[in-house]
Structure formats: structure tokens, C-alpha cells
């Protein structure tokens, strides 16, 4: 069943060509939207984090290249010299956060869908901006898919769904990954609850799932990181439902640091950890988990809290954005076709078609 939410996270404003989004760095005290004008303004949102999460980054490198295509055509009507200006921009985009592949996914998908179109420069420019628009609509419909899939494996009334970080609505076009199936199961049961992590060191389970959750009128508990293990001991969780930036062929996932805690405190309690991810966020490129790039972040997120220094000074810090959650301790990941189950080697090759005969 659909559940209407309120929050379009990233948008593309036809009549002004620029790129509006809500801005996530002001979150939960101010609900802000900003108009993104230019390709340098949009590496420097997604690096700054003002868009975040793996598919509302990917629609945002979409953008990006559309915003480049804008600009490249000020200066050249020579379809090659567009081609190999707008490749340099895209290599540019992708470089500004490494870790969620649906950053490469879109600027890429971007860039083959008009590389041997042999149409004329502006008319690639609108090419580029007609399919970012597909690719923007296209991910509500995806998560909503993804939410209704999730939505059948909660079949306990007045089921308690924790999750870690934010896979929402703001973490995507609109819906959700994790919170799609929240949103979908609440649609069928307004009796489902959310625990929702806090998500040291940014805290985006504090500031974005709890406000995007409490906009929508979901019943929603915010806990601290280490306290999910306490709960599941107490039978209060029945199940896990978290995000993806990037999942191996083998099922591997990477995903914001504290994941793979959360999925061995949940396996220890046999509680099913589901990841909710769209097929776009799967790198069958990549073999398993140690390949996925992982993002060392600025370590002021992890000595400070609202500016102010919480630790020695000159302490040794290491601050890892994200960590990687092995196969085996993944009861399913629910996709926009279905929930795919172990062994993921078998299950992601054949949703890809890519079984040999
Ligand atoms: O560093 P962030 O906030 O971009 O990290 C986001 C996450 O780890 C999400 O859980 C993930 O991108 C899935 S979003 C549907």
C-alpha cells in the first residue's frame, strides 16, 4: 500500500535549469531549500554533505552533469570537444565522494546515455536534462517498490523496525530505502514503531530519520548507537532494516560506520537484518566487501559535537565513514524486483541476468 510523505529531497527546476534541494546540514532546526546552479557548486554539495545519502547523491551527479552540459555549451557547438569536456566534468562529480556507487552510476549512465547519439550540442544539453528528470522520478517509483516488497516481510502487528543512519526520504528523491519499507509497512499497520539510531559521528539518524519520521507522523525512538543490543535483549526489536552505499557481487555491504556492529548484535539475537537497497546501489564490478572504497572523513566530526571539543586535545583519531557488513549476516535485501536471498553470489547474478547458460 502507498503512503503519501511529504519530502522531495532533490528537484530540477525546468524553467530556471538548476537543481534544487533540501538542504540536510541544517536539518532538524530549519527545513531549507537551496538552488544549485552550477557543476562546481554541486561537487561541493555532495562533498559538504548539504545532499547525502546514496541515491539522493546519484540523482545529484545526475543534475551535476546536466548543469555541466549547460555550461560546457556557453563555450563549444563541436559535439566531440562537448564530449570530452563533459567526460573530464563527469570524472570530476564522481570524485567528490567515494564510497556510494550511485554517484558513478548516474554520472555515468549520464554520460553513455548520449556518447554515440550523434546529435547536435544542444541537443544533448536537453537530452541530459529530460533523463536526469527520468532518473529523478524513476527513484520515488523504485523506492516505493522497494517499500512494498520490504512492507510484506513485516508481518508482526505492531512490529518495532530499528535502523541506523538515514535511508529516508532525504536519503533518496522521496520514500526511502529503509524507511520506504517503514513507510509502506506503516501504510498497512499504523501500529509499527521505529527505533531509530542516533548515527555518531554526523547523526543522522538524530537529526534527519527522527525529523523526516516525526514530519510524516511515524512513531519514532531515537536511541544511542551502543544501545541497540540492550533493546534486542529485551525482545523490543523485531527487526533491522538499514540502507546500502555500495553492495558487492557477493552481498558484502557498505554501509554508514556502525552497520556491521548493529548486523552482529542483531544475529546474536536472531533478530532478521534486512538491507533495503535499489539495484543501482550493487557494484557487480566489484567481488566482494574489501574492494568497496571507504571514506576517511574529517576528524573534527569525531572530537567535536556542535563546535565544541568533547576529548583531549591532540588526540589520535581515525574516523571512517562508512564499514562493511559481510553476506553471511544478511537475512535478505529487499530491491525495487524483489527480495534477494543467500547465497547473494546466485541471487544478484541472476536479478542482473547474468547467469551464464
Ligand atoms: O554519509 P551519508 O549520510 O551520505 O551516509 C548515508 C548512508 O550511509 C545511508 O544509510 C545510505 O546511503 C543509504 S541511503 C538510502
Redesign the pocket.
Known sequence: MEFKSKIKTIEWIRDKNVSRMVDQLVIPYEYKLVDIKTSDEMFDAIKT?IV????A?GIAGAHGIALAALEIAKDTKKPQEFLQKLKERAQYLKSSRPT?VNLMWAVDKQYDYIKNSEKTVDEMVQMLIDHAVELENEDIEINKKIGDYGAALVTKKGATILT????GAL??VGY???LGVVRSAFANDNTIQVFADETRP?Q?GARITTFELAMDGIPVTLITDGMSGYFMNKGMIDMVV????RIAANGDTA??IGTYNLAIVANYHNIPFYIA?PLSTIDTSIETGIEIPIEERSHEEVTHINGKTVCAQGVNVINP??DVTPASLIKGIITEKGVLYPPYSESIKKVFNLLEV
Open positions: 554533505m547525502r545519502g546514496a541515491p547523491i556510494a541506523h543512519c538515514n535511508a536519503a533518496t526511502g530505502t529503509a554526523r543522522q538499514v540502507g546500502a552505499d554501509n554508514k537497497a565513514g562508512f
